[in-house]
């Protein structure tokens, strides 16, 4: 019996390599991220009905609300939400 054969690693086809196991370290690695101010990134998502700043807006209510005459101008479509979507919005490089 051979030095090899005796190995307790098990065969190369089912150890794996250790980028196939998902941890904090290696989670979205070759995704497509959204840009911090885009509506789904970190920034811009805080100024959504369901963010800190939008949530409060909504919560006051009247004009601040998401339909209201300064809530609409923040949303994807208004034209303060909007230009900020067009112009720091969108994705970011895959990663790796």
């Given at each position: 019996?051979?030095?090899?054969?005796?190995?307790?690693?098990?065969?190369?086809?089912s150890?794996?390599?250790?980028?196939?196991?998902?941890?904090?370290?290696?989670?979205?690695?070759?995704?497509?991220?959204?840009?911090?101010?885009?509506?789904?990134?970190?920034?811009?998502?805080?100024?959504?009905?369901?963010?800190?700043?939008?949530?409060?807006?909504?919560?006051?209510?009247?004009?601040?609300?998401?339909?209201g005459?300064?809530?609409?101008?923040?949303?994807?479509?208004?034209?303060?939400?909007?230009?900020?979507q067009?112009?720091?919005?969108?994705?970011?490089?895959?990663?790796?």
């Open positions: 019996m051979s030095s090899h054969e005796s190995s307790n690693t098990g065969s190369k086809t150890t794996g390599t250790a980028s196939q196991v998902e941890t904090p370290a290696n989670a979205g690695i070759g995704e497509n991220k959204p840009k911090a101010f885009d509506s789904q990134g970190s920034i811009g998502k805080q100024f959504t009905e369901n963010g800190a700043l939008g949530g409060a807006a909504q919560k006051i209510g009247g004009p601040l609300d998401k339909e005459m300064v809530g609409k101008q923040f949303t994807p479509e208004g034209s303060i939400g909007g230009t900020v067009s112009n720091l919005g969108g994705q970011k490089g895959r990663s790796n």
